[in-house]
């Protein structure tokens, strides 16, 4: 599986921004998809995922109410909308696929996102 992001960008508080992940290659085998964030001398963290299927989401508790994710199965794209974002939302974020059946993760390139005060 190939993950493109895109849609990060620099942005005030309180703006917004909506990330996009596309997928390519064995998508099929997709169990789950999420997106990570990785702010600079931190480790990377969940932001939210979602199942295939019934598309359970779960999120972090920091970005609880503000941030949405959603997937498009047609087009094989998630999609991931910040709203009300804070400068400490800046970080770099990775989209993540998990496939089946040995849940291997697959990762995307990375895409920046910063939030001045």
């Known amino acids: 599986v190939q993950l493109v992001e895109s849609g990060g960008g620099s942005v005030q508080a309180g703006g917004s921004l909506r990330l996009s992940c596309a997928a390519s290659g064995s998508t099929f085998s997709i169990n789950a998809m999420g997106w990570y964030r990785q702010a600079p001398g931190k480790q990377r963290e969940l932001v939210a995922r979602?199942?295939?299927?019934?598309?359970?989401?779960n999120y972090a508790d920091s970005v609880k109410g503000r941030f949405t994710i959603s997937r498009d199965n047609a087009k094989n794209t998630m999609y991931l909308q910040m709203n009300s974002l804070k400068p400490e939302d800046t970080a770099v974020y990775y989209c993540?696929?998990?496939?089946?059946?040995?849940?291997?993760?697959?990762w995307g390139q990375g895409t920046q996102v910063t939030v001045s005060s």
């Open positions: 993540n696929a998990q496939l089946l059946p040995f849940l291997l993760n697959y």
């Open positions: 979602i199942t295939s299927g019934v598309s359970s989401t």
